[in-house]
T-cell receptor
Framework: GQSLEQPSEVTAVEGAIVQINCTYQ??????LSWYQQHDGGAPTFLSY????GLEETGRFSSFLSRSDSYGYLLLQELQMKDSASYFC???????????FGAGTRLFVKA | AAGVIQSPRHLIKEKRETATLKCYPI?????VYWYQQGPGQDPQFLIS???????DKGSIPDRFSAQQFSDYHSELNMSSLELGDSALYFC???????????FGSGTRLTVV
């Protein structure tokens, strides 16, 4: 089976940098993804790491270490609109299912 | 750009009734996924379809069934509804080769 662990809550101030960690245990691995979800909204795909290393997309970066079964999402220059839940997710081999972690609720304060 | 369309947006049903949720994926996407999300919880995978054939199955109750039609739209049928079925139901679509999914706005089902 698959299990993912991430912190339940993180609080940071506007303009700061925050890192959300994710560790996973899977019977098969096909990449680590990150999704953002605002209250009452739909999950939105942010990034994907299939190989070790850092992927950068604007203010967001994501990192993966497959040997450590670990990844993180880095958010820079935090804005109030970044307040949301962030889910790490593992896509299973075959690619027809993605399992989500419990989510990290990010609060950005002025 | 076209998005994933779900209908209805809100649905209120009584216990033991049935409900049908519809999903219209992004054109040319070959895979559809259904997720259930309870309040404060992560999306739970229910089922997926690739090219109109069931491709994977998660923790979907036997009371639920789903299918994908020739025009690629998908329906989730839920029978003998229980209070615990109250949740947001998301449909998502992608190309099988895509890294991420595009989610619809969801259907909020309330069972009373």
């Amino acid at each position: 089976g698959q299990s993912l662990e991430q912190p339940s809550e993180v609080t940071a101030v506007e303009g700061a940098i925050v890192q959300i960690n994710c560790t996973y245990q899977t019977s098969g691995f096909y990449g680590l993804s990150w999704y953002q979800q605002h209250d009452g909204g739909a999950p939105t795909f942010l990034s994907y790491n299939g190989l070790d290393g850092l992927e950068e997309t604007g203010r967001f970066s994501s990192f993966l270490s497959r040997s450590d079964s670990y990844g993180y999402l880095l958010l820079q220059e935090l804005q109030m609109k970044d307040s949301a839940s962030y889910f790490c997710a593992v896509r299973t081999p075959g690619g027809f299912k993605t399992i989500f972690g419990a989510g990290t609720r990010l609060f950005v304060k002025a | 750009a076209a998005g994933v369309i779900q209908s209805p947006r809100h649905l209120i049903k009584e216990k033991r009734e049935t409900a049908t949720l519809k999903c219209y994926p992004i054109p040319r996407h070959d895979t559809v996924y259904w997720y259930q999300q309870g309040p404060g919880q992560d999306p739970q995978f229910l089922i997926s379809f690739y090219e109109k054939m069931q491709s994977d199955k998660g923790s979907i109750p036997d009371r639920f069934s789903a299918q994908q039609f020739s025009d690629y739209h998908s329906e989730l049928n839920m029978s003998s509804l229980e209070l615990g079925d109250s949740a947001l139901y998301f449909c998502a679509s992608s190309l099988r080769s895509d890294y991420g999914y595009t989610f619809g706005s969801g259907t909020r089902l309330t069972v009373v």
